[in-house]
Every structure is written in structure tokens, then in C-alpha cells.
């Protein structure tokens, strides 16, 4: 890790060799070293394109570290199937309201607020965001797991509940809240093999926890994530 002094602010960076880059780029996230990564240079080399920088890294310092938590800025950093992501917030004065999208292991976020963007304000918009990406990856892994493990339910839905993630109706119809996006994809598909278990005992009894053991041996440290989160299943 290097150090650069600017007026009264320390800069810590690391480097990280990217040979495929045709140029070094800076990142700046909330309470991490600023990342420099780009092809392999001297750390005398890696320093000097700090030192180009610092003003602009300083700033955005400022910005990403600012107390308020009820702010979205770039560098802040948004749940997504178990993970936090980098999030690039953008002006977009021209929308009624914001736009979320994902690519390249970031979230963009095209803001009418300007750069920063307040959650309640974004709060639809990533609603949005997780309803369509359980559309698109959600339901798809609840036919593969009707398919695998032979559990047929009637249908499966999304459903914007209040304390839980999912539900199976005495009908056997499946529902899940369209935050299951936030859970890693092992976690995700617990949440499915729970419900779908529910489809021959409604019940968490013995021989539920052991149906969802046969389906599902890891279920144990999926749930276990579950319970930390506080939401039910």
C-alpha cells in the first residue's frame, strides 16, 4: 500500500496489475484505500499518477466518506445476489426519475438530483431493478429446481411481503419477494428448496427439515445466513 500527503489529507492506495488495460484508472469507495490498476509500473510511477489525481481523489474522498448514510454517491455500494458492488452515480437532469442499471460488475445510476441521489428517492427505481432481474433469474431457478427435485408447485409468483422472503400458500402457490435478489445464489436457491418443500409439508416438522436435507444438504449454512438477516422463511 502507498501513501500520498495532499494539504492535510493522506491518500493510501493500492495497486492492482490489470496487463489487458490500455490505461491506469483510479477508483474511490467508501472506507477502502483508493485503487490503482492498470498495467504493472514502479511504485515511483504509481505515486505520480496519485499526485495527478489528488485533488479529484480528495473530493471524492470527501463525498463517498460523508456522514450522512442517506445519500447514494459514487462509491457507495448496493446488495446485489450476495454481494455489495461498486455504484457510479450520474447526473441526469433531462429524467423524471431515476434509472438503475447493472453491467460490468457496477451499478449505474442515472440521477435527476444530480451526483448523489437520496434512498428514498432511489428506492423504486432498485425496487424496480430487483423485480426484474427475480423475473429474469429467480423464477427460471424454480422450474430447474421443480425439474431436479421432482416438488411440483402450481405456480410461483413475486409478492412484496413485509418480514419474509417467500411463502407457499395451501395451494401450493409459491411466492417470493422480489428482494431475494439481494441473497447469493446458494441462499437464493435454499429459499426455493424451503418453499418447495412446503408443497408436501406445510409445516416445519422432522420430516419437512428432512425432505429439504435431501434436497438440499447445504441447507444448514444457508439458513443460518437467512436467520442473521433477520427475515423469516
Not at 450522512?68 to 455489495?84: A, F, P, Q
Not at 407457499?168 to 428482494?179: K, T, V
Request: hydrophobic share 35%; proline share 5%.
Amino acid at each position: 500500500m502507498g501513501l500520498f500527503v495532499y494539504g492535510t489529507t493522506t491518500i493510501e492506495w493500492v495497486f492492482q496489475v490489470e496487463p489487458n488495460l490500455k490505461r491506469h484508472y483510479i477508483t474511490v469507495e467508501r472506507g477502502r484505500p483508493v485503487l490503482l490498476r492498470g498495467r504493472a509500473i514502479s511504485e515511483d510511477e504509481q505515486r505520480q499518477l496519485i499526485r495527478q489525481r489528488a485533488r479529484w481523489i480528495r473530493e471524492r474522498l470527501k463525498q463517498v466518506n460523508q456522514p450522512c448514510k442517506e445519500m447514494y454517491v459514487t462509491g457507495s455500494r448496493i446488495l446485489y445476489r450476495g454481494k455489495t458492488w461498486y455504484c457510479q452515480v450520474q447526473a441526469a437532469a433531462e429524467l423524471s426519475k431515476p434509472q438503475v442499471r447493472f453491467r460490468n460488475s457496477r451499478f449505474f445510476i442515472q440521477s435527476p438530483q444530480g451526483e448523489s441521489i437520496s434512498r428514498t428517492a432511489l428506492k423504486p427505481a432498485l425496487e424496480v431493478f430487483y423485480r426484474d432481474k427475480a423475473q429474469e433469474k429467480l423464477l427460471p431457478r424454480v422450474r430447474h429446481w421443480q425439474r431436479a427435485t421432482g416438488l411440483q408447485a402450481v405456480s410461483a409468483r413475486l409478492f412484496k411481503f413485509k418480514g419474509r422472503w417467500a411463502s407457499c400458500s395451501d395451494d401450493n402457490i409459491l411466492e417470493f419477494h422480489p428482494r431475494c435478489m439481494e441473497l447469493s445464489p446458494s441462499v437464493m436457491d435454499y429459499v426455493i428448496i424451503h418453499e418447495l418443500c412446503h408443497t408436501v409439508e406445510k409445516s416445519h416438522s422432522p420430516a419437512f427439515w428432512h425432505l429439504v436435507e435431501k434436497h438440499y444438504p447445504n441447507w444448514q449454512r444457508c439458513h443460518g445466513e437467512i436467520e442473521r438477516l433477520g427475515v423469516e422463511v
